[in-house]
Antibody, heavy 119, light 111 residues
Framework: QVQLVQSEAEVKKPGASVKVSCKAS????????IHWVRQAPGRGLEWMGW????????KSAERFHGWVTMTRDTATRTAYMELRSLTSDDTAVYFC????????????WGQGTLVTVSS | DVVMTQSPLSLPVTLGQPASISCRSS???????????LNWFHQRPGQSPRRLIY???IRDSGVPDRFSGSGSGTDFTLRISRVEAEDAGVYYC????????FGQGTKVEIK
């Protein structure tokens, strides 16, 4: 079955970077995009960007331009999202999800990774 | 960017009664193929979102048939015919085009 398994929770200091991983199984990894969505405590869902798992092309929401880096390793079927220059406003749960068009858009999600930014 | 506006933001419901959530987009979501690319999700506290509906009205496998989605263009609705206890949580609509955007969420609470 399709699974997206994310890395464990992280605690970072302001100004640091964090890299979250998302390991896919149960489907053809390179046939899909991986999206990243975050959710601050008590808040709604915010789309951050996607990576084409086949060719590595990326697209992010404008507010994350130059600040988020999305990569993937096809050999290990893992996608990564790195966020730099963290502030307390980046404290959130970060989710990965997949899309492949229509029926598969956002149909499976990772369990979420809590990133806490605190001095 | 397409702005998604949900109403109400809070919805107290009685078990066994119907419930309805509205989602409006600032631009038409009709694609060149005639479909409206609008998803509905349900999220319980501490859990990942679960997709219920895609393309505005197609129910996901395993989703109870008391859930239904309707609408096209800019106006969409999620209906629950008879609310059950497990339906509590937050419901989000989301439009599927760049940049992807979500509604603010509607919190469904059981009275």
């Amino acid at each position: 079955q399709v699974q997206l398994v994310q890395s464990e929770a992280e605690v970072k200091k302001p100004g640091a970077s964090v890299k979250v991983s998302c390991k896919a199984s149960g489907y053809s990894f390179t046939d899909y995009y991986i999206h990243w969505v975050r959710q601050a405590p008590g808040r709604g869902l915010e789309w951050m960007g996607w990576i084409n798992a086949d060719n590595g092309a990326t697209k992010s929401a404008e507010r994350f331009h130059g600040w988020v880096t999305m990569t993937r390793d096809t050999a290990t079927r893992t996608a990564y999202m790195e966020l730099r220059s963290l502030t307390s406003d980046d404290t959130a749960v970060y989710f990965c999800t997949r899309s492949g068009g229509g029926p598969t858009d956002f149909d499976h999600w990772g369990q979420g990774t809590l990133v806490t930014v605190s001095s | 960017d397409v702005v998604m506006t949900q109403s109400p933001l809070s919805l107290p419901v009685t078990l066994g009664q119907p419930a309805s959530i509205s989602c409006r987009s600032s631009q038409s979501l009709v694609s060149s193929d005639g479909n409206s690319y609008l998803n509905w999700f349900h999220q319980r506290p501490g859990q990942s979102p679960r997709r219920l509906i895609y393309k505005a009205s197609i129910r996901d496998s395993g989703v109870p048939d008391r859930f239904s989605g309707s609408g096209s263009g800019t106006d969409f609705t999620l209906r629950i015919s008879r609310v059950e206890a497990e339906d509590a949580g937050v419901y989000y609509c989301m439009q599927v085009s760049h940049p992807w955007t979500f509604g603010q969420g509607t919190k469904v609470e059981i009275k």
